[in-house]
């Protein structure tokens, strides 16, 4: 092709370059890698937090997700639930003194005077009366907590007693981390749709000043709290949604957070190693567990189900997983969590030697069966270990088919036709209230359809164990021999394998040096909550 | 025919294709094994709190009976709730859409200047070190995947330079301090209709990272085609003419070939403006940016299928329409197409 004159492709290369310098020069030097505040709002004031955490619903009777982050800070339950440790086992919150009646059957609760909620309806029996009762009767989200529960009766405008049908905890239920919450009356003419546009209205320390979903959140101080301020509390709190852990390190690293609500096992180290950060590590109540379908064969050998708890290379799990945050559990109830067995149940440890003989006992000498497990592929946990299993159950003749499914497919798979579900569940774990009563209760009990016992094994014995030892829990006074029928219980779980119980695994959050957690700041009965009235600069 | 009998046509096709859309991603969701009844109320419901659920959203109902309903309401302009933010689904995408937009239109605009710049200059240059060179920066554009493109431009621009935010869309500080008033729904333009010019910069430094991430694919494309278009126009008899008789060199090339050789390139950016609505989901997720991408994979990966349905139909009315401007415009610059 012939030469053209040379002067349009230098017109083009120059024009390009001017207009790329020109636009950068703008730009970058509106920054220069540091944010320009001038002129904002004193930084001070402002606690950024980067969140996974969407929000389901803004309904505080509807609520049971992951906008517990938010609920617990916007409203107030009736008691709440401290950490394990704590010289007593719960705090006064919108109610200052409770009583349980000898026989269980009824709790009476003196509340908090002078508190008003977000709107101005000041808070009293009536307002506990209605909360209440609107939450069972929508019976969503963690309403059932409430089933027992068959009166709230207004005593005094500061009283209120609850008449139960059978005798349970209820300080337990009254300091859950959903279906807690106390709202006001004035809601009682609003819609689902106004909530679910962005409203709330409680008694907490914080309110909502704006919402965009997916997004952004802010929140503010709410002026008329009964608690006390400090100066070194935040004014405003900016929750920005990140859904992906390496962004949130990213931006931590840069300054442009100042803390990381998620944080990947595997980057704990290198954060660490940063100057300007802090690496938050501490107990929480999610445990891993790996179901066996014993609706199939060979599962439904309770030798074949010991033999495989006893080729789960469970410290493996938690290295390579966990990156060693973690630690074997010791039945379905994490360490510290009550009824935990505290040690007294003994727990399956990695023995091959072991799992060959069982499964020789149970007619398979050589393994020579495959199992499908499914987990969700949203867990990058899960993601890691599941071919640490599948590899371990090679070593004794058991081939693994791994299937990766989104949490919701995973979940209708197991709730299908009895042939088409998995023969392995891995679920990950948490309780909805400070009671391991709901791990046992909805993963091993019967269910007319599946939900949560995901080993399908139903024990007629268990059940009257964990009736008895729930009702005994009820007052202090039963709480020992409640103690024992609840570690029969286990043992009898442990012993029959519906599950492997894999760890127990430890919060990690990440945040800036620049703002100190207090000791409740995080509280693991209340999952995934950072109390934003416990952080200071 | 008629330009009006031919857009007439045309979007009479478009409803076709919408309809066959919106079938098949009905019948997609629901062959895909999930529960939205369980999406519904949320992690940890109870067995009778689906069971409530699936008979308040009709999903009790025979599916041809739910597909019905569905498609009489997406008529009436109703796209249903989304099962996890509980909004109209419509609502959801008019919030997040504009956000995304102006990612897109920021990154074609871009990759249309540099491609159609660079395409006429290896053009020009062909065989040179310049076209060489420029095109390995074409083929990187196109094969790199957006993913690790993202990766390495936070490393670069963030980690190493520190010039550019790494994600998000706003400066929390500055946002707080200056909050944009929303008229179009895009940041950067509704903080320069209004002069906030600490939100401009501030939203502006933003976009970049994310903006070339997005930019890079349509950029290669636009470039190679660019090249192979303008390389057969410049064989044409009649600049051969256009040359013998002095036009200069720049009118040659920008005004007369350039004009002959944008017909496959107007359709390129077309096609690329569609992929560029998808290719956002990765680029929106690594970079934190909340808009349809980003609402797109969040309700995939919780099987929210009204949202799901509602991006697909989006997305496949912005492909059509895309389409059906890039022909108009095509008849527009070229009169010998015929509209038919």
């Not at chain 1, 006390?228 to 935040?234: A, G, L, P």
């Not at chain 2, 009905?26 to 895909?32: D, E, G, K, N, S």
């Not at chain 2, 859409?97 to 540099?114: D, K, N, Y």
């Not at chain 2, 929106?284 to 299928?305: C, H, K, N, Q, V």
Request: with cysteine; charged share 15%; net charge neutral.
């Amino acid at each position: 092709m012939e030469r053209w004159s040379s002067r349009p492709g230098r017109v083009a290369i120059t024009a390009v370059l001017v207009v790329t310098v020109a636009l950068l020069a703008v730009v970058l030097t509106a920054g220069c890698g540091s944010s320009n505040t001038s002129g904002t709002a004193p930084k001070a004031d402002i606690l950024r937090l980067a969140y996974t955490s969407t929000v389901t619903t803004w309904d505080p009777s509807a609520s049971y997700s992951t906008e517990v982050v938010y609920m617990a800070n916007l409203y107030e339950p009736l008691l709440y639930a401290n950490p394990p440790g704590s010289t007593e086992p719960f705090s006064p919150a919108l109610a200052t003194s409770w009583e349980v009646a000898k026989d269980g059957l009824s709790w009476t609760f003196h509340l908090r005077q002078g508190v008003t909620f977000h709107d101005g309806t000041p808070f009293n029996a009536d307002a506990v009366k209605y909360s209440i009762d609107r939450t069972k009767k929508l019976n969503l989200g963690a309403a059932y907590l409430w089933a027992p529960v068959k009166e709230v009766q207004v005593v005094d405008p500061y009283t209120v007693k609850m008449l139960l049908t059978y005798p349970v905890a209820l300080d337990r239920i009254a300091a859950a981390s959903s279906g807690s919450w106390m709202f006001s009356p004035a809601t009682a003419v609003k819609s689902s749709k106004w909530w679910d546009a962005g409203h709330e209205d409680g008694t907490g320390p914080w309110t909502l000043q704006s919402y965009k979903p997916n997004q952004e959140l802010v929140f503010v101080r709410n002026p008329k709290w009964w608690g006390t301020w400090s100066d070194n509390q935040y004014q405003k709190i900016v929750v920005e949604i990140v859904a992906e852990a390496g962004t949130q390190q990213q931006e931590l690293e840069a300054s442009q957070i100042d803390y990381a609500g998620l944080v990947a096992r595997d980057q704990v180290d290198a954060l660490a190693a940063n100057p300007n950060i802090d690496v938050v590590k501490g107990q929480s109540w999610n445990s891993y567990l790996m179901f066996f379908n014993t609706q199939h064969k060979p599962l439904d050998n309770v030798k074949v189900r010991q033999a495989l708890s006893y080729a789960v290379p469970y410290q493996d799990i938690i290295t390579v997983a966990a990156n060693g945050l973690g630690t074997q559990s010791k039945g379905p109830v994490p360490v510290g969590l009550w009824p935990n067995t505290q040690g007294t149940v003994t727990q399956y440890t990695t023995d091959l030697t072991k799992a060959k003989q069982l499964l020789s006992d149970a007619g398979y000498p050589n393994g020579g069966f495959t199992l499908n497990l499914t987990y969700a592929a949203e867990n990058t946990l899960e993601n890691s270990f599941a071919p640490v299993i599948k590899e371990s159950f090679a070593k004794i003749g058991v081939k693994v088919n791994i299937q990766k499914l989104l949490w919701n497919q995973q979940w209708a798979k197991a709730k299908g036709p009895i042939a088409q579900r998995q023969d392995l569940f891995v679920l990950l774990w948490w309780p909805s209230l400070p009671d391991g009563y709901d791990n046992l209760n909805s993963m091993f009990r019967p269910e007319t359809s599946p939900a949560w016992n995901l080993a399908y094994w139903y024990n007629t014995d268990f059940d009257k164990l964990l009736t008895e030892a729930y009702g005994l829990s009820a007052v202090p006074s039963g709480l020992e021999q409640s103690q024992q029928k609840y570690n029969e219980a286990q043992a009898m779980l442990v012993d029959q394998a519906p599950a492997a119980y894999l760890f127990d695994a430890q919060f990690v959050v990440a945040k800036l040096k620049t703002i100190a957690l207090g000791t409740e700041a995080i509280n693991p009965n209340y999952p995934q909550v950072l109390f934003w009235t416990k952080v200071t600069r | 025919m008629t330009i009006w009998a031919y857009v007439v046509r045309r979007i009479a096709l478009a409803v076709l294709v919408l309809f066959g859309v919106a079938t098949i991603t009905f019948l997609m969701v629901r062959i895909v094994p999930s529960d939205p009844a369980a999406v519904y109320v949320g992690s940890n419901a109870r067995p009778e709190q689906i069971a409530q659920a699936r008979r308040d959203l009709g999903l009790d109902k025979p599916l041809y009976v739910q597909y019905g309903i569905y498609m009489k309401n997406l008529v009436k302009g109703d796209w249903g709730d989304s099962l996890r933010t509980k909004r109209p689904v419509l609502n959801d995408i008019m919030h997040f859409l504009p956000t995304s937009l102006e990612l897109i239109i920021t990154a074609l605009v871009v990759a249309t200047i540099v491609g159609v710049i660079f395409g006429v200059t290896t053009a020009h240059r062909k065989g040179t070190w310049i076209d060489l060179v420029m095109r390995v920066f074409s083929t990187g554009g196109v094969s790199i995947p957006a993913f690790w493109l993202a990766l390495m431009l936070q490393i670069a621009f963030f980690r190493v330079l520190h010039l550019l935010p790494v994600a998000g869309q706003s400066d929390i500080f500055v946002a707080q301090a200056h909050p944009i008033t929303a008229i179009t729904g895009m940041p950067v333009v509704d903080a320069l209709i209004t002069g906030n010019w600490p939100a401009f910069t501030d939203s502006a430094r933003h976009l970049v990272l994310p903006m070339l991430c997005l930019a890079a694919y349509p950029m290669g494309v636009i470039m190679r085609m660019t090249r192979s278009s303008m390389l057969e126009a410049m064989g044409n008899d009649y600049i051969r003419m256009a040359r013998a008789l002095g036009v200069p060199p720049r009118t040659l090339l920008y005004k007369d070939a350039l004009k002959n050789a944008f017909g496959p390139v107007l359709t390129v950016i077309g096609l690329t403006f569609a992929y560029s609505l998808t290719g956002t989901f990765f680029v929106e997720l690594i970079f934190a940016w909340p808009g349809l991408g980003y609402y797109a994979t969040t309700s995939i990966l919780s099987m929210d299928y009204p949202a799901i349905m509602g991006v697909t139909i989006m997305v496949a009315a912005a492909y059509v329409l895309v389409n059906l401007a890039v022909d108009l415009a095509q008849a527009f610059l070229d009169p010998r197409i015929a509209l038919s």
